[in-house]
């Protein structure tokens, strides 16, 4: 197959299992699906309008792509691609981390219902959006964390790339047009 100018991938990410790869192909708003000994697609799948990142649910039978132009992280099988939902978010989602386990809480305040959450940068604003997984393995809007200066401060943070320390306890988030880090303890809500 000839290559033209809407060959462009996004993101790429190993299936849990080491099986295949997805490739996010970023003006064809499609996920190819590669096998890697190979190097055939083997499948495709039609997702948000400009699939950026791809992050896959632990147990490998779930992924969940953000779309830039959709302003919302889609969530499809990974077996077939079928959507399964689409979380609304923020202007121009990018980066995806997985958090595992429940936020901590303070004494006397009510246990977290989540097992897991999903922290996602919203480029086009200044706030990362964090999702929420329970143990029914439902995806919820938990919360947002604004890294501007001031509550009112304009949009121009950037948020563009998501990290954490090796604890997990801490985010970094990258402010492109900034030109900062933003460094927000995660560890409770």
């Not at 490739?23 to 190819?32: K, S, V």
């Not at 000994?37 to 992924?63: C, E, K, N």
């Not at 004494?107 to 977290?112: F, K, L, Q, T």
Request: proline content about 7%.
């Amino acid at each position: 197959q000839k290559r033209t100018a809407d060959d462009f991938v996004g993101d790429v990410a190993l299936s849990p299992d080491g099986r295949l790869i997805y490739a996010a192909e970023l003006f064809r708003n499609t996920i190819a699906v590669v096998n890697p000994q190979s190097g055939m697609v083997i499948g495709r799948f039609q997702t948000g309008r400009r699939p950026y990142r791809i992050l896959f649910h632990p147990d490998g039978a779930s992924l969940f792509v953000s779309s830039w132009a959709d302003g919302s992280v889609f969530r499809h099988e990974a077996a077939k691609g079928k959507l399964i939902e689409r979380i609304r978010v923020a202007l121009h989602p990018t980066d995806m981390l997985w958090a595992p386990g429940a936020p901590k809480t303070e004494p006397g305040e009510d246990p977290s219902p989540y097992v897991a959450r999903i922290f996602v940068a919203a480029s086009n604003t200044n706030t990362v959006h964090v999702l929420g997984i329970t143990a029914a393995n439902d995806v919820r809007p938990a919360e947002v964390i604004n890294v501007a200066m001031t509550p009112r401060q304009p949009a121009g943070m950037t948020p563009s790339a998501l990290g954490f320390d090796a604890g997990r306890n801490w985010l970094y988030v990258a402010c492109s047009d900034a030109n900062a880090v933003t460094i927000i303890d995660v560890s409770g809500g």
